[in-house]
């Protein structure tokens, strides 16, 4: 329970709970299409201003950000997201309104009044200047994301169901898709016949809570039946019903899990890679290659799966204890850098890298099949696994197997292995402290040898020191 515990906090204690900058800044266009200023909120993600970043970043467009406590909430859930590793950093711009229904209602496709530009406007006001101005302003991607609440979701699914959209993903919460006798849900039918292949990224939801949901729920259900029939290989859909949401409630479950899940799809995260790792159907290389491949069709970016990203997922495996998947992308690291163009000194650099990882891992693999067998009393095969991993040239930061093991070679009759790895904690690691092993009943057997009061004198002494 104690290693445990110590092993939970070193791993929170990695996490970037600290004093990382973030930052909002307001901007004011001076807007040609709206003929007046024109307010812009920008939230810079923490990573953004770290030392050296040189990175760019997917853009979030956030509409209704005039009601400062809704942009800070979502910049907030982004920012806490970053710094836990849970979710892509992105740049969020707050569209601040004041005619909603005037600039996110759709265009009434029956209305032969010029004048009624509505969605269509707020659509070239974004297009043709607040993205350039923000392309222009900061470290951006060609990915760009609409979120959206009631109207505001309203208008992001009107805008992604066009063939030549300005978002690649949106997330919406409540849309209101009953106007017009379901034009945006027409709209949609009409988009996908005619881009069955494309690779957007909707995730939207409806509460039951309340007349308007109700109403709403008929017509995002009619678009979630159709969405199904079409069966898009490439497009990602999802929509979600929340029981006992009402409307002023969805916002923040829907951005929660939208969010994440447009995460999950733009980088391979820790629990997809681990999904990834104990799916026997396919091996780990191939695995990575096919969701690169889709990376680079979902994004429109180019994502090479470089040695420096195999390691990384390799390393990361290997913190989960995925060690037979870990040695495997090891593996096919080493041979990509045959294949690579890098110089000798950074080939043997590499080389270097992943002779050492290899080696832990396959001490660590044969560790963990060594637990598996103490754990159903076989303490004769798991000191056998024992003995070979620790006759592998690997001592540093292996005090904690090695404790683990004293009590196995106890039970397996194996005295004098026992009192080696004794031996070492006491002396070599200077271990502190013998009360994991006085009262350790599988250690009894060792207590009649005349080498056991000396090492326990040993350990009570480096804790005093």
Request: proline share 2%; net charge neutral; hydrophobic share 40%.
């Amino acid at each position: 329970m104690k290693l445990t515990f110590i092993a939970f906090f070193l791993f929170i204690s990695t996490l970037s709970f600290s004093q990382l900058k973030t930052e909002a800044i307001d901007h004011v266009i001076d807007s040609n299409i709206y003929e007046g200023k024109r307010t812009i909120s920008v939230f810079l993600p923490s990573s953004y201003n770290s030392e050296n970043s040189i990175e760019n970043f997917a853009v979030a467009y956030l509409f209704d950000a005039q009601f400062e406590p809704y942009f800070s909430m979502v910049s907030s859930i982004m920012s806490y997201y970053e710094q836990t590793n849970e979710g892509v950093p992105m740049i969020i711009v707050g569209i601040h309104t004041s005619n909603r229904w005037g600039e996110f209602g759709p265009v009434y496709k029956e209305d032969k009044n010029e004048q009624n530009k509505g969605a269509d406007k707020l659509t070239e006001f974004l297009a043709k200047e607040v993205i350039p101005f923000v392309e222009e302003k900061y470290r951006t991607k060609s990915f760009k994301v609409g979120v959206g609440h009631s109207l505001g979701g309203t208008y992001v699914i009107n805008e992604v169901t066009k063939e030549n959209s300005i978002f690649n993903a949106v997330i919406a919460a409540s849309p209101n898709l009953t106007v017009y006798n379901e034009q945006i849900v027409a709209q949609a039918v009409d988009y996908y016949t005619n881009s069955p292949s494309n690779s957007r990224f909707l995730y939207t939801s409806v509460g039951t809570e309340g007349e308007m949901e109700q109403n709403f729920k008929k017509s995002l259900l009619h678009l979630d039946s159709i969405t199904a029939e079409k069966s898009l290989k490439n497009m990602t859909w999802k929509c979600d019903i929340l029981k006992g949401e009402n409307h002023m409630t969805t916002f923040v479950p829907t951005f929660n899990k939208g969010y994440l899940s447009l995460s999950s799809k733009l980088r391979l995260m820790d629990k997809e890679l681990v999904k990834l790792a104990d799916n026997p159907e396919y091996k780990m290389e191939d695995d990575l290659v096919r969701f690169y491949k889709e990376l680079s069709l979902f994004n429109g970016e180019k994502n090479e799966l470089t040695i420096d990203r195999v390691m990384a997922h390799a390393f990361k495996l290997s913190q989960y204890k995925k060690y037979t998947a870990s040695i495997e992308l090891f593996h096919f690291s080493d041979r990509m850098l045959e294949e690579s163009e890098k110089s000798l000194e950074e080939k043997n650099k590499f080389k270097e890298k992943i002779k050492k990882q290899l080696l832990r891992g396959e001490f660590n693999l044969l560790v963990q099949k060594a637990k598996q067998f103490s754990e159903i009393n076989n303490y004769k095969k798991a000191s056998e696994i024992y003995i070979q991993a620790f006759k592998m040239d690997v001592v540093r930061a292996t005090h904690v197997e090695r404790m683990t093991a004293v009590s196995v070679f106890a039970q397996a009759g194996k005295v004098e292995e026992a009192f080696v790895q004794l031996d070492l904690l006491a002396n070599y690691f200077k271990l502190q402290g013998n009360s994991m092993f006085v009262n350790d009943p599988l250690c009894k057997p060792l207590h009649s040898n005349s080498k056991w009061e000396d090492l326990m004198k040993v350990l009570v002494k480096n804790s005093e020191l």
